[in-house]
């Protein structure tokens, strides 16, 4: 039976077989793959190529000709992931752009559409966390905020991370002010520098009470009551009021410092961490026991673990096995 799992990826049930068999056979010829599969040469070769191109697959050079190998499986899935969100967001672009056929049909009826509501009521929190995120996904130039948080917890961390990477991979231009306290929690701090390295800019503000989301410079998304967020928010498309909340949005920004003017900017490839908190963070990379590590530092077994502790706080991460896979995508060891 043909296996198929990635066709939800984009991936055809030939291209995800010739895949499977290099991963299987790595540094393999493809000159006979046609005959393993029982397909014709022109279509082994199309998928081999689409595969190359992609970078599921590539090509050595070896003494008998040039051989194929297959790209490490998570590399790959990530890949393919990547390439499908961003057909599927020009996809969903199109369609949402297709909104003017209403107007255009209802002309021929003599029937005038009802504009679009321009300032929209929602009091619901997994409604605004889902307009929110229908926002992030279709914004195409900018996301602008002020978030007067002290800290972010693990959780938040772990959500934010994946769609703030994704939308400055996309090309989005992400400016974000808070306040200066955050800066005093390590797992925040640490988030901050890792968006910033990536191009997102950070200002970082004494005090602010305003909490403003805005995309596109188009919707804007504020609260019912800035003092207690849960109790809802509004969305303005509204031309007139998202001009006043961006006027708003640059008045702080412009008031507020750089957050490499408030950081040690010789710290940002180690998050910030202690000299103390780096040698644990190699050494809990690098050796299995705590003893051993302990060790090797010079420090008792409970002051290595309870170093260890703080790191696990400082990514965000479960386990000592996520910290230091979170520890290596960072660039911190």
Same mark, same amino acid.
């Given at each position: $039976? ?8 984009? &991936?055809? #049930? ?15 010829? =493809?000159?006979? &793959? ?9 279509? #082994? ?6 595969? /190359? ?20 499986? +998570? ?30 049909? /209802? ?31 279709? *914004?195409?130039?900018? !996301? ?22 994704? /939308?400055? %991979? ?11 306290? #955050? ?6 701090? =640490?988030?901050?520098?890792?968006? *910033? ?6 200002? !970082? ?11 596109? %410079?188009?919707?804007?998304? !504020? ?11 509004? $969305? =303005? ?5 998202? *001009? ?11 008031? =507020?410092?750089?957050?490499?003017? @408030? ?5 940002? +490839? ?13 050494? $809990? /990379? ?10 090797? @530092? ?9 170093? &260890?502790?703080?790191?696990?706080? &400082? ?5 000592? +096995? ?12």
């Amino acid at each position: $039976m043909t296996v198929n799992d990635l066709s939800v990826l984009g &991936i055809s #049930a030939l291209e995800e077989s010739i895949y499977r068999h290099f991963l299987r056979n790595p540094d393999t010829s =493809a000159d006979d &793959i046609h005959l393993l599969f029982h397909t014709s040469l022109e279509s #082994a070769a199309a998928a081999k190529d689409r595969l /190359c191109e992609l970078r599921l697959l590539r090509s050595t050079e070896g003494e008998g000709g040039p051989t194929l190998s297959a790209a490490d499986p +998570a590399t790959a899935v990530d890949q393919l992931i990547d390439v499908r969100l961003r057909d599927l967001h020009q996809e969903l672009q199109a369609v949402t752009q297709a909104r003017h056929l209403t107007a255009s049909l /209802c002309a021929e009826q003599g029937v005038h559409a009802l504009p679009p509501q321009s300032v929209e009521r929602m009091e619901s929190i997994p409604q605004i966390r889902s307009r929110l995120d229908d926002l992030a996904f279709f *914004a195409r130039e900018e !996301v602008l905020s002020v978030d007067p948080y002290t800290a972010l917890t693990a959780d938040s961390i772990a959500h934010s991370r994946p769609l703030d990477l994704r /939308c400055l %991979r996309r090309g989005l231009r992400i400016r974000n002010i808070v306040i200066k306290e #955050a800066l005093d929690d390590p797992p925040t701090l =640490a988030y901050l520098r890792e968006i *910033a390295a990536h191009g997102a800019e950070i200002r !970082v503000t004494e005090e602010v009470t305003e909490r403003i989301i805005v995309f596109d %410079r188009r919707t804007a998304l !504020v609260p019912l009551d800035p003092s207690d967020t849960a109790r809802g928010a509004l $969305m =303005a498309r509204e031309t007139g009021l998202v *001009a006043n909340i961006l006027a708003l949005f640059e008045k702080i920004w412009d008031q =507020a410092q750089p957050l490499a003017e @408030l950081t040690d900017p010789t710290d940002t +490839a180690s998050g910030g961490l202690s000299e103390t908190e780096r040698l644990v963070l190699e050494s $809990m /990379c690098r050796v299995e026991k705590d003893e051993v590590g302990a060790r090797e @530092l010079k420090i008792s077994v409970r002051t290595y673990r309870r170093h &260890i502790a703080d790191l696990l706080r &400082i990514l965000g991460a479960g386990s000592r +096995a996520q910290a230091a896979l979170l520890a290596r995508e960072r660039g911190w060891v």
